[in-house]
T-cell receptor, first 112, second 115 residues
Framework: DAKTTQPPSMDCAEGRAANLPCNHS???????VYWYRQIHSQGPQYIIH???NNETNEMASLIITEDRKSSTLILPHATLRDTAVYYC?????????????FGKGTRLSVIA | ETGVTQTPRHLVMGMTNKKSLKCEQH?????MYWYKQSAKKPLELMFV???????ENNSVPSRFSPECPNSSHLFLHLHTLQPEDSALYLC??????????????FGPGTRLLVL
């Protein structure tokens, strides 16, 4: 799987949009971009994933650049409960199950 | 709730004890995983099971012994652990039917302390 680069930490004011960047310059054509988050001492929580097109669900939006070398996770209205470590993972889409490889992620602190 | 449950949530054991961690998923998935998360380290994959068959053992010491009796249950049997094995142990599941880019859903984890 390709490696990803994320800033170690970010702050965001409550109610504002949180934009979390991720670089994956060596991504291959069949690799998905996944985002998970982990609130302190809990299991990781799936947020969103995409291949080429931008994606949106009830939790967040995922913007993938046209060259697919970077992406941004957007939490439109951050709350204190969004404080967590956010992981950007690039994963080969093989047949069968492929494990997730977690990096260090970005620690997002939402501030009141 | 993700549909993946783990018991116990917290466990303290001595180095000579034998204990088991249990994971159960209610999602109809066929693939299950054990991950380990030590303090200030990224998650590390330990074992993967697909349709009850172990498909990956990520060089895990033999004092950790997994068991998958059916697609809904996964156990991690522990014996003669070391203090450095203290960590958060996470279970996950996914469809496991060859779906491209399938999503893994995690349980809440078992916080293990080895004394």
């Amino acid at each position: 799987d390709a490696k990803t680069t994320q800033p170690p930490s970010m702050d965001c004011a409550e109610g504002r949009a949180a934009n979390l960047p991720c670089n994956h310059s060596t991504i291959s054509g069949n690799e998905y971009v996944y985002w998970y988050r982990q609130i302190h001492s809990q299991g990781p929580q799936y947020i969103i994933h995409g291949l080429k097109n931008n994606e949106t669900n009830e939790m967040a939006s995922l913007i993938i650049t046209e060259d697919r070398k970077s992406s941004t996770l957007i939490l439109p209205h951050a709350t204190l409960r969004d404080t967590a470590v956010y992981y950007c993972i690039v994963r080969v889409a093989l047949s069968g199950n492929t494990p997730l490889v977690f990096g260090k992620g970005t620690r997002l602190s939402v501030i009141a | 709730e993700t549909g993946v449950t783990q018991t116990p949530r917290h466990l303290v054991m001595g180095m000579t004890n034998k204990k088991s961690l249990k994971c159960e998923q209610h999602l109809g998935h066929n693939a299950m995983y054990w991950y380990k998360q030590s303090a200030k380290k990224p998650l590390e994959l330990m074992f993967v099971y697909n349709f009850k068959e172990q498909t990956e053992n990520n060089s895990v010491p033999s004092r950790f012994s997994p068991e998958c009796p059916n697609s809904s249950h996964l156990f991690l049997h522990l014996h003669t652990l070391q203090p450095e094995d203290s960590a958060l142990y996470l279970c996950a599941s996914s469809l496991g039917q060859g779906a491209s880019g399938e999503t893994q859903y995690f349980g809440p984890g078992t916080r293990l302390l080895v004394l």
